[in-house]
């Protein structure tokens, strides 16, 4: 039962009951009912206020949903170009012996023991300890 609907049953006892409030003891119950009354009202007040604070923050929160997807989504396109950068791709440098062009390789390619350099066609054999060799001249 409502707080408010409490009070009219209140009130409607304290009717029934021909309360007369010329005693002290109906001035008393009257005032009381009189304020439980006012606090029902103001109860109701608040509660509708609440109800509309939930809307709003409903909506808020709705629309947040939206900001936050389309930011992720932008931020998650980044990151997977990143990882690929860093992870996948790792790349190694060389210098063709045939025409001395520079090469550039990445790990997929080493496994399978041989690099073709896209200028010249030469085939690059080497072992990673001459890739080791190859790669720090070239930092040099
Ligand atoms: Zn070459």
């Given at each position: 039962?409502?707080?408010?609907?409490?009070?009219?049953?209140?009130?409607?006892?304290?009717?029934?009951?021909?309360?007369?409030?010329?005693?002290?003891?109906?001035?008393?119950?009257?005032?009381?009912?009189?304020?439980?009354?006012?606090?029902?009202?103001?109860?109701?007040?608040?509660?509708?206020?609440?109800?509309?604070?939930?809307?709003?923050?409903?909506?808020?929160?709705?629309d947040?949903?939206?900001?936050?997807?389309?930011?992720?989504?932008?931020?998650?396109?980044?990151?997977?170009?990143?990882d690929?950068d860093?992870?996948d791709?790792?790349?190694?440098?060389?210098?063709?012996?045939?025409?001395e062009?520079?090469?550039?390789?990445?790990?997929?390619?080493l496994?399978?023991?041989?690099?073709?350099?896209?200028?010249?066609?030469?085939?690059?054999?080497?072992?990673?300890?001459?890739?080791?060799?190859?790669?720090?001249k070239?930092?040099?």
């Amino acid at each position: 039962m409502e707080i408010s609907e409490k009070v009219a049953y209140l009130k409607g006892l304290a009717e029934g009951l021909k309360l007369d409030e010329e005693t002290k003891e109906g001035k008393l119950i009257a005032g009381i009912i009189d304020v439980l009354d006012a606090m029902a009202e103001e109860f109701a007040d608040v509660e509708s206020e609440i109800v509309d604070l939930e809307d709003g923050l409903d909506a808020v929160s709705e629309d947040l949903s939206d900001v936050e997807e389309t930011l992720y989504f932008a931020l998650d396109d980044d990151d997977e170009d990143d990882d690929e950068d860093d992870d996948d791709d790792e790349l190694f440098v060389t210098t063709c012996p045939c025409c001395e062009e520079e090469v550039v390789f990445d790990e997929d390619v080493l496994a399978d023991g041989e690099v073709v350099c896209p200028n010249c066609g030469e085939r690059l054999e080497f072992d990673l300890s001459d890739l080791a060799n190859a790669t720090n001249k070239d930092e040099e």
